[in-house]
């Protein structure tokens, strides 16, 4: 029971995962990162894992696509591996932009997903129509930097419905958003929200807090030694204001 977008700038070149699911403490389990940190190296990716989401499948992931292998030696080592692989959903995109989909015949319904140039949009156990009004808010995005742009799909995805199982709407309880762009040993965003009525909301109150603190300027300072140029009350900063 979750729906995510996963996605690479073309502008920027930064690669990130937006997700929010009815399952509490989601992010133990996916999105799986490999060869973005400290830099984006050439097979790094991240992968949103759903649907009784096994994270060994990253690891199995990594074994494959490490060596150069295409997304179709990557299906069929995964599928040999995992007696499960008809229940499952995957989403990858890779540093290069190269972007694979799996959904199960047996996920929870509906699941569907769909990729487009340097994205995919995957969920399962959705209300109709969500995945494609997602596609749309991602497109109708382009420009915008990429938090954004993740962050106003899971949103679109909300607002057309999100999550249903069995008739019944299903809360989204967790939610996610995390941006690498390859300039620093941490992802240039990292955020989430867990065990929350609200937390496809409180992300995005989190996301607007962070935009345009002076905190990454610590953050940058510090990675390049220049003691002398900080100022300590820029941590506490939000939004350009002192908490």
């Not at 995992?82 to 972007?99: F, P, T, Y």
């Not at 962070?210 to 905190?215: D, E, L, P, V």
């Amino acid at each position: 029971m979750t729906y995510s977008v996963v996605a690479k700038c073309p502008e920027s070149g930064a690669i990130g995962v937006a997700m929010t699911s009815a399952t509490i403490n989601l992010s133990r389990a996916t999105p799986f990162i490999n060869g973005v940190l400290p830099t984006l190296s050439e097979n790094g990716f991240i992968a949103s894992l759903q649907a009784f989401a096994d994270p060994m499948l990253g690891y199995e992931s990594v074994k494959v696509l490490e060596k150069g292998s295409s997304f179709e030696q990557l299906e069929n080592h995964l599928e040999a591996y995992d007696s499960c692989w008809d229940r499952r959903q995957l989403g990858i995109v890779k540093v290069s932009g190269e972007v694979y989909a799996h959904t199960g015949e047996n996920c929870f319904p509906v699941a569907s997903h769909i990729t487009g140039d340097g994205y995919v949009v995957l969920g399962n156990a959705m209300a109709e129509g969500v995945i494609p009004t997602m596609v749309e808010a991602f497109e109708r995005s382009e420009g915008q930097v990429l938090a954004e742009r993740l962050m106003s799909t899971i949103e679109a995805g909300m607002a057309a419905g999100g999550q249903e199982f069995e008739g019944q709407h299903v809360a989204e309880y967790a939610s996610s958003l995390a941006v690498y762009d390859g300039k620093q040993p941490y992802p240039a965003v990292d955020l989430r929200v867990d065990f929350d009525l609200d937390a496809v909301r409180k992300l995005r109150r989190l996301l607007t807090h962070i935009t345009g603190s002076r905190a990454d300027k610590w953050f940058e300072a510090l990675q390049k030694g220049e003691m002398e140029q900080i100022d300590p009350t820029w941590i506490f900063e939000v939004t350009g204001n002192q908490i």
